[in-house]
């Protein structure tokens, strides 16, 4: 089994274990972020539309409401995602990989990658999939990061982590691809090398106000810190946290706003 497949198994079991966490806490977070791109994409005409990538289902509603004529189906690669998103939306739920999907060739009208290209180890293979199970003049939309500063008190728990001795990140950086495709170009770029033709591509920048409790929530529950929290043992993992909180509630209101810039694309499949 090659490398790309494992890491691609373990961050789907890493996701699936933390996936009542992350519909809580960080779903509501880049949902207004995602359906921006509802708007850019021909779903009402559109007779069948896969999510793919769909996490816990947040944008499933929001697809069915856009394409009242269409059946619409979600797909995620994360089994413990599918069954939270399940909770809200039983029907048309399946766990399938990006880059080997199990679904048939030429059977939708629109695909809609949201946040998730970058996690994919070879995302323009993923685009090759995507292509294959569009119809030919059917079309494609894509949600990830820009610019992005990281989300609050970040930094702070990098730094009391290292103090702590914590290890490094464990998540494997082949499913952190968000360098490949963090600028307007090499997004069209990708979109390239998959055959598609690019209609829109553009950057809107959002703000996102935290609190302190949700914040730390997030952060030790489905974030970044939580998976370097776990190499601690409980008495230093307490510690950690102290030290983090204390400073965290020091900081400034405005401290508390994410404000990252998100891309969105809109490409066709030619005919």
């Not at 921006?36 to 005409?45: H, I, Q």
């Not at 939306?89 to 048939?104: G, H, I, K, N, W």
């Not at 629109?110 to 294959?132: G, I, K, S, T």
């Amino acid at each position: 089994m090659s490398d790309n497949v494992n890491a691609s198994r373990r961050l789907a079991a890493e996701y699936s274990a933390k996936a009542d966490a992350y519909a809580r806490h960080w779903a509501p977070v880049i949902h207004p972020m995602a359906r921006v791109l509802l708007g850019a994409l021909p779903l009402e005409s559109a007779r069948h539309v896969v999510d793919l990538g769909c996490g816990t289902g947040a944008l499933l509603a929001d697809l069915r409401s856009a394409a009242p004529n269409a059946c619409v189906i979600g797909g995620d690669r994360a089994e413990g995602m599918v069954r939270v998103a399940q909770r809200t939306d039983p029907c048309s739920l399946l766990v399938t990989d990006a880059e080997f999907l199990a679904l048939r060739a030429e059977a939708f009208d629109v695909a809609v990658l949201a946040f998730v290209l970058f996690h994919v180890p070879d995302p323009a293979a993923a685009l090759r999939e995507v292509w294959r199970i569009l119809r030919p003049n059917a079309f494609v939309g894509i949600v990830a990061w820009g610019t992005d500063p990281g989300t609050p008190g970040a930094a702070i728990w990098t730094e009391e982590l290292d103090a702590c001795g914590a290890a490094a990140d464990p998540r494997d950086a082949v499913v952190m691809g968000h360098a490949r495709m963090n600028t307007l170009e090499r997004l069209a770029e990708l979109l390239r090398q998959a055959n598609f033709a690019s209609q829109r591509i553009w950057s809107e920048c959002f703000a996102h106000r935290w609190t302190v409790e949700v914040l730390f929530a997030m952060h030790t529950s489905c974030g970044m810190p939580s998976r370097r929290l776990a190499s601690l043992s409980e008495k230093a993992q307490a510690i950690c946290r102290e030290r983090v909180r204390s400073r965290i509630v020091t900081l400034a209101s405005d401290d508390f706003v994410h404000r990252p810039e998100v891309l969105f694309a809109v490409a066709r499949r030619p005919g």
